[in-house]
């Protein structure tokens, strides 16, 4: 379990208040950051109720409130600081993510992160203006990135030639360890067809 993000008591005690007055049963908090890795980072918090969070996310079981954490958006939830400052006004709730815009990979990142990062940080940006977006499915023992090419990338018969080959290119010049890239849709490998 990464603690990697702080949530302070103040922001605890006012979030648990705010839970509270939804009145509804076992409702958490749901934290993400939308486009991580990329100037337009913008970091949220959300009520979550029973069932509303994702199968992958992170759960944190804090002493007053449940909090779960996008797993797509944890490198970039590192070091972040989520604050509650009263004042006469009542207080105001703070996010920090330092690292939303950038997240801290380099070389030793782990593979899976470092092509998380090109995706986000590079080829996602590109294609949102055509709903398009790419998402790392897994990476494969001999080191292929298995994606999958979601919104309007899907059943594109142009999707093929045009954005693997661009996807490819962008990930293997970035990550030179990188075997290859394989859409998760292409059953014309049979090599590996024990992932069905």
Do not use: W
């Given at each position: 379990m990464s603690q990697s993000i702080q949530i302070t008591d103040s922001a605890q005690d006012y979030l648990a208040e705010l839970l509270?007055?939804?009145n509804v049963e076992?409702?958490?908090?749901?934290?993400?950051?939308?486009?991580?890795?990329?100037?337009?980072?913008e970091?949220?918090?959300a009520y979550s109720r029973p069932g509303e969070e994702e199968p992958s996310d992170e759960k944190l079981a804090l002493?007053?409130?449940?909090?779960?954490?996008?797993?797509?958006s944890l490198?970039?939830?590192?070091?972040?600081?989520?604050?509650?400052?009263?004042?006469?006004m009542g207080g105001q709730l703070t996010i920090k993510a330092p690292n939303a815009k950038m997240p801290k990979v380099n070389a030793d990142s782990?593979?899976?992160?470092?092509?998380?990062?090109?995706?986000?940080?590079?080829?996602?940006p590109g294609l949102a203006a055509h709903g398009g977006e790419i998402k790392l499915m897994h990476l494969t023992d001999d080191s292929v990135a298995v994606l999958a090419f979601g919104g309007g990338c899907q059943g594109c018969a142009?999707?093929?030639l045009t954005l693997k080959e661009g996807v490819e290119k962008t990930l293997l010049e970035r990550i030179p360890e990188l075997a290859g890239i394989r859409d998760?849709?292409?059953?014309?490998d049979t090599s590996q067809a024990y992932y069905r």
């Amino acid at each position: 379990m990464s603690q990697s993000i702080q949530i302070t008591d103040s922001a605890q005690d006012y979030l648990a208040e705010l839970l509270e007055k939804q009145n509804v049963e076992g409702i958490a908090v749901r934290i993400f950051i939308t486009q991580p890795g990329t100037p337009y980072a913008e970091t949220c918090l959300a009520y979550s109720r029973p069932g509303e969070e994702e199968p992958s996310d992170e759960k944190l079981a804090l002493d007053k409130i449940t909090v779960f954490l996008d797993k797509n958006s944890l490198p970039f939830l590192d070091d972040a600081v989520v604050d509650f400052n009263a004042d006469r006004m009542g207080g105001q709730l703070t996010i920090k993510a330092p690292n939303a815009k950038m997240p801290k990979v380099n070389a030793d990142s782990p593979l899976e992160d470092r092509v998380n990062y090109v995706l986000y940080s590079e080829i996602n940006p590109g294609l949102a203006a055509h709903g398009g977006e790419i998402k790392l499915m897994h990476l494969t023992d001999d080191s292929v990135a298995v994606l999958a090419f979601g919104g309007g990338c899907q059943g594109c018969a142009a999707v093929d030639l045009t954005l693997k080959e661009g996807v490819e290119k962008t990930l293997l010049e970035r990550i030179p360890e990188l075997a290859g890239i394989r859409d998760i849709t292409d059953h014309t490998d049979t090599s590996q067809a024990y992932y069905r």
